[in-house]
């Protein structure tokens, strides 16, 4: 019972409205996001940024592991590639070129975000559907757990988990930035379970003699796919955010031949008063794509609220 | 009622008794740990070797665990290895609690004073320019990263500027007088007003980059809340009686929307620990936050096991406070039972 | 016959401690004409950590040492700016023939900073106090720095170097060794074996160290009543500002200190520290960064280059991988690595290049060492020659630390990386942090490659030789090869060697040896650590060994 359990809490009654009131619902939350600038705006961005991951490799002209520029670095000397013809922006610490590997970052980063929500997900899902759809002493043991994970921080959480592995890979950063959101999901998905399980529909099915499997799958779980999409787009944000942090704390992926904007922006502390922009640029990336994910996620959930008026 | 609190504070001890058999197990099985950190690369297999079996490291992990917990009981939670080394691990966090509470308050304040008025405006325009900037600009606060702001600020503002100092609660050359361990109150108890402006100074920074968490929190709670206050039938009543805007903003609107804001902030402590975290380490802030941020680098288990157990505890512990007096006011969940 | 360096230094007398300082104040330069400098005034210095205690005999941290510094004094300190032994509380010291019965005159009309008197009998004291040490305190945890150097305690488990102190007047004193070595009497210059009150060791229970769970606590003497002879005097540790303040000794037997009060301040980030001194927060701080050096120039602070006195190293492990015990790769590998590159792009201004395993400064260095200057091909044609042309081994480097010898691991390792991946050796990259599992895992022997090195503590070759190979169950895991052996009794008898010149030939054999036949590691660089102090402070007078004393420094205001 925190104020994130509340907004899970209330995030999951959605899917009992909605249900409810059956396809308006969703139709007139399209019509309100339409006209909503706030989401327009987080959209845009978040359609810009995927489309950047996406065509990166074409648009990147270095290899962004090559050290092209190496003989133009010492770090005794405080010297990285300046701007140059052929790299806008130079090149960072070891001399790769920053330009491509902040384009070619957009990729890892956004596979950073897909697969920590994918796999918060997952877990939630099993967790939460084993939970909701059993019930009995399942849910409460599970649910236990749930809320000791929930009353640990989040950015907490991930920095106790990923300093808890002996060496850190790009994976167990993803796995420890993952772990935070698999309470979440579950008690989101547990709780729009609960939520439908008297509703008319799942008591017909039931009558029908629809197992209870395909209840579960058919039945509950799609039902409970906008709140899953409106946590989704937040989880991605944070994320993204809590990838940096654990690098800038010195729990990332040390390898660093593969770029990541949280990697990136981390590792640029050591040169910030000198080499400012190491950190400016992938810290501006991060903002704004954090802030688009954010944008949309909020407005998606005011949409989806049948309590917000206008 | 009294078995309902009975029962949560029965499951609160095992909550915390299992979490810390669980990470005292994990920290146990990483490499590493009191012999690295007390040989360093004088190390020799033989002196790694020796020490190891000193220290009762070649014990079962049970045995290990309940000679811990003999111990922790008597309060000896083991000694810092990186944090402070040398200190115990309970003294460690003990003077470092009251600099991340004079922070973390500072910081709510900040977050209330602006969060609070400008959730209010912005409801009251709510779709207007304002509104949405406002919005986007609350957003923007979840969106950066905080050490990356926490950066920034002391780039410019004392580094560039020279307006607040870069580092640390106090200047060294201060003679202040500790008592309490807040060193704002203590230089106000012991009438040393140099030393409470110093390290008020010096708390400015970091609770200003720290205030962003809770702001954001305290102006979309606010805002929401105002919202829903506005279309109550009262408020309805009080304007068509003709009452004028500023009358119904303070006697109802206000004063109604402030219970879900008051209980949110109670709830923001988790949130704040962990930003501090960040902030502290910019900052250089020799607050629990820091010592996490050391701990986790420095690997100093001793100091990482007592500091997430208690952060749990005490999380653990408000949300505890929290159901009750939520129980307190609402007979439902009394009787509703502990499953939720 | 046997012609023993230290006589020459007994020669020196008083008079030396006075040029010695005088050289100091010259070596400091810029400042010209404002001999001595103001007095009065305190000065703020950020250190990367707190001291863990303050007694030196237990320490092993370098905050402790820099603050023991200022407090306390050994029998021998180093002349400052170097790593040469020179008379600290005593005037002058000879030793007997065979090199086992060293007599010390000590200084006159010392006091302790408790009012008690330093004589023969309170040097003695201090000896039999680290020879006595028993129970937790025996723990190589706490005495790492005893057992390293003399070896075992009054219990006779194992050997000591130490036998006896005697006081032979008031003021002259007897230290029996069971053995000649090389390191003595330099080895009394390190902070640990520095003289401390007996009246407070005994008030304050020095030696009652006690085993607590998995650490150790230290009784009051060493968390609160450090006392010498020193300059310094210690006022208080204010731990939860992480300060330590130490005052003037207004009863210094030699040039008191000219500042009032001397604060550390740890500040464990090192950007952080950066900024304080940036906003002037602080005076000047230990070890910046050396990507910072050329900034902090700009910005008109005193950046003060110590001389290099430590050497980093590509380890290669003779354990696990058979190829490895084959000179010719380990020879492909001294040879593919770019050292002239690595030192030009990742290392401060006054790096070198590393021939040897130790700098020139050290006794015994030579440059008639084979050399393998940078060689792609020639590294290709050896593994050929040797069939190992699929060699694949393990390249262990660490994360969360920087040394003064490895200021950017990370950068290190990629570089060398780079290197070896060129001539057709296939890598499987190990990264993990130093205190978790780093250090360990080399330790166990489970790295085949790996970077790593080591900070001089005293002018001997043994202090680096010895601490890397005497023991055949090494790091390096030279005892599986059939030359660890034979290397490790080499160094033994060169340490043992009463002659100088013989021994001086012996450690140039074993230099050209490592280089030649050996090859256990490959020697990439001295690297030198800086300190960075602001503009107004002046007199500090940067020290190979990083034990720099603070009583002639000055802050204009």
Known sequence: MSTRTDKIDALAEQTARSDSAGVSVAAAAWRRLRRNPVFLFGAAIVVAFVVLALLSPWLAQHDPTERMLGDQVSRARDQIPPPQEGHPLGGDQVGRDLLSRLLIGSQQTLMVGVLATLIGFTCGLVLGTLAGAIGGWVDTVVMRAVDVMLSIPGLLLAVSIGALFASPTQFTVILAVAMVQVPIFARLLRGSMLAQRHSDHVLAARALGVKQRAIVFRHMLPNSLGPVIVQSTLVLAISIIDAAALSFLGLGNPDDRIPEWGAMLGQAQSDIDSHPHLAYWPAACIIVVALGFTLMGESLREALDPKSRR | MLRYTIRRLLQLLIVVGVLSLLLFAWLRSLPGGPVSALLGERATPETRAQLTEELGLNDPIFVQYLKFVGRALSGDFGVSTGVQPGDPAIEVFLQRLPATLELSILAIIIAIAIGIPLGYVAARRRGGVLDNMSVISSLIGVAVPIFFLAFLLKQVLAVDLGWFPTAGRQEGGIDATRVTGFFVLDGILTQEWDAAWDAFVHLILPAIALATIPFSVVFRITRASVLDVVDEDYVRTAESKGLTTPVIRRRHVLRNAMLPVVTTIGLQTGALLAGAVLTETVFAFPGIGQALAIGFTRRDYPVLLLLILCSAGVFVLINLLVDLSYALIDPRIRTRGGGH | ?557
């Not at chain 3, 380890?315 to 040879?335: H, M, T």
């Not at chain 3, 895991?477 to 030939?505: F, H, I, M, Y």
């Not at chain 3, 660089?525 to 800086?530: L, R």
Request: with cysteine.
């Open chain 3, 1 to 557: 016959m046997v012609h023993i360096r230290p006589v020459r230094m007994a020669a020196l007398g008083i008079s030396a401690a006075l040029v010695l300082t005088a050289c100091a104040e010259s070596e400091r330069g810029d400042d010209g004409g404002d001999s001595g400098g103001q007095t009065g005034g305190t000065m703020t210095f950020g250190t990367e950590g707190a001291p863990k205690l303050f007694d030196p005999f237990y320490a092993t941290d370098g905050p402790t040492f820099r603050t023991s510094q200022q407090i306390f004094e050994g029998l021998i300190e180093f002349k400052p700016g170097t790593a040469e032994a020179a008379p600290g509380l005593a005037e002058s010291w000879e030793a007997s023939e065979d090199g086992l019965t060293w007599t010390f005159k000590l200084r006159e009309g010392v006091k302790f900073h408790d009012g008690t008197e330093f004589n023969a009998e309170a040097a003695c004291f201090n000896f039999e106090r680290w020879y006595n040490t028993s129970g937790a305190a025996q723990s190589p945890a706490v005495t790492g720095y005893w057992q390293d150097n003399f070896g075992g305690f009054s219990d006779g488990k194992t050997p000591s170097l130490y036998e006896s102190c005697t006081a032979t007047d008031a003021n002259t004193i007897d230290v029996k060794l069971t053995r000649y070595t090389s390191k003595f009497p330099d080895i009394l210059g390190l902070p640990s074996w520095s003289m401390q009150s007996p009246t407070a060791l005994e008030k304050y229970n020095a030696n009652d160290v006690k085993q607590q769970g998995d650490s150790f606590v230290f009784p009051e003497y060493a968390t609160a009543h450090p006392t010498g002879t020193g300059p310094f005097k210690f006022e208080r540790y204010d731990k939860a500002n992480g300060s330590v303040e130490l005052v003037r000794n207004e009863d210094y037997w030699g040039e008191k200190a000219k500042l009032d009060k001397l604060i550390f301040r740890a500040i464990p980030d090192e950007t952080a520290r950066k900024q304080a001194l940036e906003a002037g927060d602080i005076d000047g701080y230990d070890l910046p960064g050396p990507a910072d050096w050329q900034s902090l120039k700009d910005q008109g602070f005193q950046l003060l280059i110590r001389p290099a006195f430590n050497v980093f190293y590509v380890g290669i492990g003779q354990k696990n991988v058979p190829q490895l015990r084959d000179l010719k790769v380990r020879q492909a590998i001294a040879y593919a690595i770019d050292r002239e590159g690595l030192v030009q792009q990742m290392l401060p201004e006054g790096a070198k290049v590393a021939e040897n395993f130790y700098p020139d400064t050290v006794f015994g260095w030579t440059d008639e060492v084979q050399q393998y200057d940078y060689d792609p091909e020639k590294a290709k044609q050896l593994l050929a020659d040797a069939g190992a042309q699929n060699l694949t081994v393990n390249f262990y480097w660490p994360t969360e630390v920087t040394r003064p010898y490895m200021p950017d691991p990370r950068a290190m390792f990629g570089f060398i990386q780079g290197n070896l991946e060129e001539v057709g050796i296939t890598l499987k990259p190990v990264s993990k942090p130093w205190n978790g599992g780093y250090l360990e895992d080399v330790d166990l022997g489970k790295a085949d490659l790996f970077l790593l090195g080591w900070n001089g503590d005293y002018n001997t070759p043994d202090n680096f030789l010895g601490n890397f190979f005497s023991d055949p169950q090494n790091r390096f895991g030279t005892g599986n090869s059939p030359w660890g052996q034979t290397l490790a009794n080499e160094l033994r008898a060169a340490d043992s060697e009463v002659d100088d010149d013989k021994r001086r030939q012996m450690y140039e054999d074993i230099n050209k040896k490592l280089k030649a036949e050996y090859l256990p590691a490959v020697p990439i660089s001295h690297s030198p650590p800086a300190l960075v102090v602001a503009e107004n402070v002046s007199g500090l007078v940067a020290s190979p060994l990083t034990d720099e004393k603070f009583n002639t420094v000055s802050i204009s205001s």
